[in-house]
């Protein structure tokens, strides 16, 4: 390799990317506290959707409530903040009148899976067209720190004050069984594979889903003894993950305990929209009664 | 053209749907529930036959979101359902209100209250339509009470839906979705049919919910304008606020863009109301049952009339307080313990009011509200 | 001058009482020159229990669609002719299925009794074209609608397959009631 091509390399990787692309930047500053992942999550979202080649008009973000439903605020596309668990529904609609949108859903753990918990198994079961981004943090941060169905057991919160007696759902497992046909996992500590992920998600078609591990400090940090930001980071996100590729070269007793991250489950299955054509064919040959 | 021109009997359900295809509607989700079902039924065959969508969602509530989401695509959109499930609709509803999203919502009412009685008419939500959601909101409800209406009155609930960019419900009860009339569909062009206003300005002057108008065009996701919907109180642009004048500002426009144009969204229908001296004021089939009494009364040489709202939000106060100018007394059936009759109370002091409450799943008859029409002999 | 007529089809819920009602109002309103409103009330469950179907046919609009003072009423079952004859007028006409409605209720209107459903059994090989074998007694019977209006509303109801059948129904339906009338 000559010292020009390596030097033409180096200055390629240090171009920075240009969130202002696709941020609104007189939206900002946004709502997220110190220490909270949602920004990074939504900068490996941006640099995924800029390689998915998808113009700025083809998108469409939907979200209910709670700190990551924020996100579709700060972003230059066709946006939609709904309400709390209907994030989901509200995107079938979209996408379902203008099948050409891509749909990408921004939504939280209480949000998507405990008030939305039945919007997002059917949405998984239709395998309707749409990215759907599960920030996990275990919490319910707008309000002030509730624990939610990821919240791990014996976990304080304000409404646990004795530590949650409550199992945790897998959200993975629940999307892959309610029939989305691309689940994965991700982390906002690992930035370059959740980018990774993301431009997979993004291009498959039928419903995907990608849980990413992300860290309140504010609510579950201080409530859990977690000394910083960081340190959450890299306990649950870091020490607590593993890629599933390599997990599964390891003897169960290193696995134990840890989330896998990386794609966990893709296959081919109709998407409902191209079915719902389908229909409209077989109804026209039927002729207009 | 002759054979289109025919007539049909048909069912009120089924007019409700034909008319909402007639007004454009080309999107339609909605969860199951009598007595309202034979619209999601009729519509999962006929949608797909023009190019529209159909889509049975989970539940009432991921139904009336579907619908915001597809009107806000540019489709427009409706969704039907009956007392249990409008009660799930409610914060739906709130949003489609607040987002100002063109679209149509119909509730075919049954006994309540939860469960009731699904096979047995009832008009109890009436005033779940208009304070069903939280927070302060407009609310547009027409109440049709022929087959025959149900069509126009479809087709008049999307032209206000589009041009007011708001939600409107249409109430009836079972007996009216249920029964069978022959109607006649109108050729295209007989009815008006009203578009929703879309933005010319260049995308980045487009202000979604601009104060200065009192209607605001709707842009549709994907057109270029990428604009922002929430539920938050938002400024002009779209985007959250805390600005207490921009808030206020913004709710009071809600409220004003209908209460300003309440004249061109009322509609009544009056049978004797010239002279009478006692006025009956009902809506849906129990106004089909008050006139027949009015009928009755009037043979026997009493001047009685009929009042019948086809918008019973806006409440029609003021036609209310013209009809009833030499009326000695007002009676207010409806198959509910009271509920209109508090705004005919309202609007009418001074005045007997006399309410006629059934809750027994049986319709109010001629009989009984000609007993009260007769006290004023 | 109004000219209200009032019928009320009455069964158990999956006799086809529903059905009835629409085809006499289509005879009435569609292939007949008159105006129509039919209902009906029904309990929860799509089979058994007492079901109704009314039919008001008018030469003008029809403002209260329920029947009130019935000039004709139909009962297939005991059940629905104890719960629903009571609104039957002056001079009304009740027919009853025979087999079925043994208390007959005793009133100033004229009773008509027939086997209708084990007619339609024996002669059609199915009970289920009853309704269609009673709206032809009762076309005859009353002379509301014209026997052809009936007819043609008859087959535009039922698939090509079933035509025969329905039309050999009315067509004993008018037969019997021809017998009926010349009894009574």
């Known amino acids: 390799m000559s010292t020009g091509a390596a030097t033409a390399k180096k200055q390629k990787l240090s171009v920075p990317f240009d969130y202002n692309k696709y941020i609104r930047k007189n939206k900002l500053p946004h709502i997220w506290c110190p220490g909270c992942g949602h920004g990074i999550v939504l900068k490996s979202l941006l640099r995924a959707i800029d390689k998915s080649g998808l113009t700025k008009d083809q998108i469409c973000m939907v979200s209910g409530i709670g700190c990551s439903s924020r996100t579709p605020g700060y972003v230059d596309f066709n946006t939609m903040h709904t309400l709390h668990g209907r994030a989901l529904s509200y995107a079938t609609g979209v996408k379902l009148a203008k099948p050409e949108l891509k749909i990408i859903v921004t939504t939280g753990d209480g949000d998507a899976l405990a008030i939305g918990g039945n919007h997002f198994i059917h949405t998984c079961r239709r395998n309707i067209d749409m990215t759907i981004l599960v920030y996990s943090n275990a919490i319910y941060g707008m309000t002030g720190g509730q624990f939610s169905p990821t919240t791990p057991q014996g976990s304080m919160s304000t409404t646990s004050r004795y530590g949650n007696i409550e199992p945790s759902f897998d959200c993975c497992e629940l999307a892959k069984a309610a029939g989305a046909t691309f689940v994965a996992r991700g982390t906002a500590y690992h930035t370059q594979e959740l980018e990774r992920t993301l431009i997979e998600a993004v291009r498959h078609k039928g419903t995907a889903v990608v849980e990413i591990l992300d860290s309140c400090p504010i609510y579950f940090g201080r409530q859990n003894k977690y000394k910083s930001a960081s340190q959450m980071m890299e306990q649950i996100e870091k020490d607590g993950t593993i890629p599933a590729a390599q997990a599964e070269k390891l003897p169960p007793e290193e696995v134990k305990g840890k989330l896998l991250r990386g794609i966990l489950h893709r296959v081919e299955r109709p998407e409902y929209c191209e079915q719902y054509l389908k229909l409209v064919e077989k109804a026209l040959g039927k002729g207009n009664e | 053209m002759a054979a289109r021109k025919a007539k049909k009997l048909m069912q009120g359900n089924e007019s409700c749907f034909e008319g909402a295809i007639y007004a454009g509607c080309r999107f339609y989700a909605g969860y199951p529930i009598t007595p309202s079902t034979e619209i999601a039924e009729g519509l999962s065959r006929r949608l797909p036959q023009i190019g529209g969508k159909f889509i049975q969602m989970e539940d009432e509530i991921a139904s009336i979101a579907a619908v915001v989401g597809a009107s806000l695509a540019g489709l427009k959109s409706m969704t039907a359902t009956s007392g249990p499930g409008f009660s799930l609709k409610q914060e739906g509803l709130g949003y489609a209100c607040m987002a100002e999203v063109p679209c149509v919502i119909v509730n075919v009412m049954r006994g309540g209250p939860s469960t009731g009685y699904p ?259 | 001058m109004e000219d209200r007529y009032e019928l009320r089809f009455s069964g158990s819920g999956g006799q086809g009482m529903i059905l009835a009602g629409i085809i006499m109002a289509e005879a009435a309103s569609i292939f007949d020159t008159k105006i129509a409103a039919q209902s009906q009330s029904y309990g929860p469950e799509s089979r058994g229990g007492a079901s109704k179907a009314e039919v008001i046919i008018s030469n003008e609009p029809i403002d209260y669609p329920k029947a009130t003072a019935i000039d004709c009423m139909l009962a297939l079952t005991q059940e629905a002719c104890t719960k629903y004859h009571s609104d039957i007028k002056k001079g009304g006409i009740l027919l009853v299925d025979s087999d079925e409605v043994k208390d007959v209720p005793q009133g100033d209107f004229k009773v008509y009794r027939f086997p209708i459903t084990e007619t339609a059994r024996a002669a059609l090989g199915k009970t289920i074209v009853a309704n269609i074998l009673a709206l032809g007694m009762i076309t005859g019977l009353t002379g509301i609608v014209t026997a052809s209006a009936m007819e043609e509303a008859v087959l535009s109801r039922v698939p090509k397959a079933f035509q025969d059948m329905n039309r050999k129904a009315l067509q004993i339906g008018f037969e019997k009631a021809r017998e009926l009338v010349a009894r009574s």
């Open chain 2, 119 to 377: 096979t047995g008419p009832s008009q109890s939500d009436v005033m779940q339509a208009k304070w069903g959601t939280h927070g302060d909101h407009p609310v547009v409800a027409l109440t049709p009470a022929y087959v025959q209406e149900i069509f126009s009155e479809t087709v008049r609930a999307f032209n206000i839906a589009e041009k007011y960019r708001t939600p409107v419900i249409i109430l009836y009860d079972e007996i009216v979705g249920h029964m069978r009339e022959p109607i006649i569909i109108p050729e295209p062009g007989e009815l008006e049919v009203i578009d929703r206003e879309k933005p010319t300005c260049p995308p980045e002057d487009y202000l979604p919910y601009d104060r200065r108008l009192e209607v605001p065009p709707l842009a549709a996701f994907g057109e270029g304008y990428r604009f922002h919907v929430t539920g938050l109180n938002h400024k002009d642009d779209g985007f959250p606020t805390n600005d207490s004048k921009t808030i206020e500002e913004g709710v009071k426009r809600l409220i004003r863009k209908i209460d300003n144009n309440r004249e061109s969204i009322w509609k009544n229908d009056g049978y004797y109301l010239d002279d009478a001296e006692v006025v009956v004021f009902a809506y849906g089939s129990t106004a089909r049952s008050a006139r027949r009494s009015v009928r009755m009364a009037r043979e026997k040489g009493i001047k009685a009339g009929l009042f019948r709202p086809l918008t019973i939000w806006p409440f029609p106060d003021k036609a209310l307080k013209e009809a009833v100018k030499k009326a000695r007394g007002v009676i207010v059936p409806e198959m509910n313990l009271g509920q209109i009759v508090l705004e005919v109370e309202r609007n009418c002091p001074g005045m007997a009011v006399t309410g006629i409450h059934r809750v027994d799943g049986e319709p109010i008859n001629p009989k009984q509200i000609l007993d009260a029409i007769e006290k004023y002999r």
